[in-house]
């Protein structure tokens, strides 16, 4: 599930991620463009019993067995990666179990890891994209450097926050299986003043998504008390678009919201948490 691109050359950085590309997680720091906006990370923390233990060779609590430094690919070996490796086969573990119940096929897919730049097939990532998913080729693209760079300078601690970014990109995976982002770019076509109000519809679902995740790794016992999703919620909170503009411009602009406010990203979060049911997540509806 992991396809290593580190060390490897990804071109120049002209090239822009547009509205083709999935949404990522923004944090503050940094400002940008299209769809992807301001996509930044959140600090990376361990997850020590969602990933069934410290060691990067233990197994998932799904009930396959299956490690997170799998034998398939050597890139799962440091503490950073087995985060995001162990996230990354949990999530798509939960969401083949749920498509299979509605009578649908998941597509497994990868998390690329790139170092400073990475051809994709939504144009030319930076680190300065932060974590982010291209419906075009169906991968979810993490740059680990940046990444460990963030876990140094700002603070979204716990165990759930890591899990967080992975589900959320993931959810975006789903999203893309289902049809929705197809919708999403052809409603942003036909009526472009409404672009951004549509993204930040597309990003609350995938909260929400995540969220429904978290229900699901809850029943499984993976928390030690539901005290723990708070570490969620306060990372979804620190990567709302009026947090981030208030901290990187000193005052809010709702027109250039596009991944939702920290209330929204916190309320949708939570509502896929306490239905654990994807077909509550239906941000689109209050359009």
């Known amino acids: 599930m992991i396809q290593d691109r580190r060390g490897a050359s990804g071109g120049g950085l002209g090239g822009m991620l547009g509205r083709g590309g999935g949404g990522g997680i923004p944090l503050p720091g940094k400002l940008g463009g299209g769809l992807v906006g301001i996509i930044i990370t959140l600090a990376v923390v361990l997850l020590p019993r969602l990933l069934g233990g410290t060691s990067t060779n233990s197994a998932l609590s799904t009930g396959t067995g299956v490690s997170p430094a799998s034998p398939t690919t050597g890139s799962c070996?440091?503490?950073?990666?087995?985060?995001?490796?162990?996230?990354?086969?949990?999530?798509?573990?939960f969401w083949k179990r749920e498509f299979a119940v509605k009578g649908?096929?998941?597509?497994?897919?990868?998390?690329v890891f790139f170092t400073r730049s990475t051809e994709t097939g939504c144009g030319t990532a930076s680190s300065q994209t932060g974590p982010f998913y291209c419906p075009n080729?169906?991968?979810?693209?993490?740059?680990?450097?940046?990444?460990?760079?963030?876990?140094?300078?700002?603070?979204?601690q716990g165990d759930l926050a890591a899990a967080y970014i992975v589900a959320?990109?993931?959810?975006?995976?789903?999203?893309?299986?289902?049809?929705?982002?197809?919708?999403?770019?052809?409603?942003?076509?036909q009526d472009p003043s409404s672009a951004n109000k549509v993204s930040v519809a597309l990003e609350l679902q995938a909260d929400c998504f995540a969220g429904v995740w978290a229900n699901d790794a809850?029943?499984?016992?993976?928390?030690?008390?539901?005290?723990?999703?708070?570490?969620?919620?306060?990372?979804?909170?620190?990567?709302?678009?009026?947090?981030?503009?208030?901290?990187?411009q000193g005052r809010v602009d709702p027109e250039?919201?596009?991944h939702g406010?920290?209330?929204?990203?916190?309320?949708?979060?939570?509502?896929?948490f306490t239905t654990g049911d994807r077909d509550q997540c239906n941000t689109f509806a209050e359009l």
């Open 256 to 258: 250039t919201f596009t």
């Open 77 to 93: 070996r440091g503490e950073l990666e087995s985060i995001i490796c162990g996230a990354t086969q949990d999530v798509q573990n």
């Open 261 to 272: 406010t920290s209330a929204q990203r916190t309320s949708w979060f939570r509502k896929g």
């Open 168 to 189: 959320h990109e993931y959810g975006h995976h789903v999203q893309n299986l289902l049809g929705i982002n197809a919708k999403v770019q052809q409603a942003q076509q």
């Open 104 to 111: 649908l096929q998941f597509e497994v897919t990868q998390t």
């Open 137 to 156: 080729d169906h991968l979810v693209y993490f740059d680990l450097d940046f990444l460990a760079q963030l876990q140094q300078r700002f603070s979204a």
């Open 218 to 248: 809850r029943s499984r016992n993976q928390f030690e008390n539901d005290a723990e999703i708070n570490e969620a919620l306060n990372a979804a909170a620190a990567v709302g678009d009026d947090r981030i503009e208030r901290k990187t």
